[in-house]
C-alpha cells in the first residue's frame, strides 16, 4: 500500500491544484480546457474517495486478524486444560491468559465470559466437564469461522476497490496525458 500513498498524495494535491485553478477560472466560460479541469478532478476526488476506503477497510481486517490470532491462542489454551476422558473435568479458572486489550493477565474463564465464549455461563471455571469444553471449543470455533467469512468478503471487496481505484489512475493519467497533448499543439499552432 506503500505505493498507493505516494500516488495518492500527489492525486490529493493535483486535485487540489486543479480544483483551485477550475474554480479561479470565469464561471460562464465552457470551454474545453474548464471541462477537462473539472471532469479530471472529478475523477481525482473519487479516486481519493475508494483509498480512503480501501484504507478503513485495511484497518477493519488487521483488527480483525488480531481477535483471530487471539482465538487460536485461547482456543489452544482451552484444549491443552480439556480432560482426557469423557467422564473426567478440568479447571479453566487456574489457566492465565494476557488480555489483548487492557494487557492485564486474567484468569481463562475471565477472558471467556468477557468476550461471550462460554456457550453456558453457569458453568464452575473449576471443574468443567468435558461436554461443557467441547461447548466452549465449538463456540470459539464458530466465532473464528465468522471472522474467517467476514476476512475473505472483505479481502473481496479490497480487491475490487484497488482495481476500481487503478482504473481511475489510469483514466486520469490518460486525461492528463491528452491535455498535455492538446496543450503542445495549440502551443505549437501558435507559434507557427
Do not use: W
Amino acid at each position: 500500500m506503500d505505493n498507493g500513498n505516494v500516488s495518492n498524495i500527489g492525486m490529493k494535491s493535483a486535485a487540489n491544484d486543479l480544483s483551485v485553478s477550475f474554480s479561479s477560472e470565469s464561471s460562464g466560460s465552457t470551454e474545453r480546457g474548464d471541462v477537462s479541469s473539472l471532469i479530471l478532478v472529478i475523477m481525482l476526488r473519487q479516486s481519493d474517495a475508494i483509498y480512503d476506503e480501501m484504507k478503513n477497510l485495511t484497518t477493519v481486517m488487521q483488527n480483525r486478524n488480531k481477535k483471530l490470532e487471539m482465538l487460536g491462542e485461547v482456543l489452544s489454551k482451552v484444549q491443552s486444560a480439556m480432560p482426557s476422558k469423557q467422564d473426567g473435568s478440568g479447571n479453566i479458572a487456574a489457566i492465565m491468559i494476557t488480555d489483548p486489550e487492557t494487557k492485564v493477565i486474567i484468569p481463562l474463564n475471565v477472558y471467556l465470559k468477557n468476550n461471550n465464549l462460554l456457550p453456558d455461563t453457569s458453568i464452575n471455571p473449576g471443574k468443567v466437564t468435558y461436554t461443557q469444553f467441547q461447548g466452549i471449543v465449538s463456540t470459539i470455533q464458530s466465532k473464528q469461522d465468522s471472522l474467517n467469512n467476514d476476512s475473505q468478503t472483505d479481502s473481496l471487496r479490497v480487491q475490487s476497490m484497488t482495481n476500481a481505484y487503478n482504473k481511475y489512475l489510469d483514466q486520469t493519467s490518460s486525461v492528463l496525458s491528452k491535455a498535455s497533448d492538446t496543450k503542445d499543439r495549440i502551443l505549437a499552432n501558435m507559434k507557427s
